[in-house]
């Protein structure tokens, strides 16, 4: 799940950049927000994941 956060991360990052610069327009810029928000996502997802001990088979603790 890291790389991917990574990917969504660095991609918009780059494209919001070269919007900033003027070097694309708004319609290339687009699909890259919601490539941001799934990153956001990916990171709420993350953290949730963290706070709970994983269970085994039928939810009986891991030996």
């Known amino acids: 799940m890291l790389p991917a956060m ?11 950049w070269l919007f900033a610069l ?5 319609m290339t810029l687009a699909p890259f927000l919601v490539d941001l928000i799934l ?7 993350y953290l949730h994941s ?3 001990p994983s269970r085994g088979i ?6």
Request: glycine share 12%; hydrophobic share 55%; proline share 3%.
């Open 22 to 26: 003027g070097r694309i327009d708004a």
């Open 39 to 45: 990153g956001f996502l990916f990171v709420a997802s």
């Open 58 to 63: 039928a939810g009986l603790p891991n030996a």
């Open 50 to 52: 963290c706070e709970r």
């Open 6 to 16: 990574a990917e969504k991360f660095l991609a918009a990052g780059a494209v919001v």
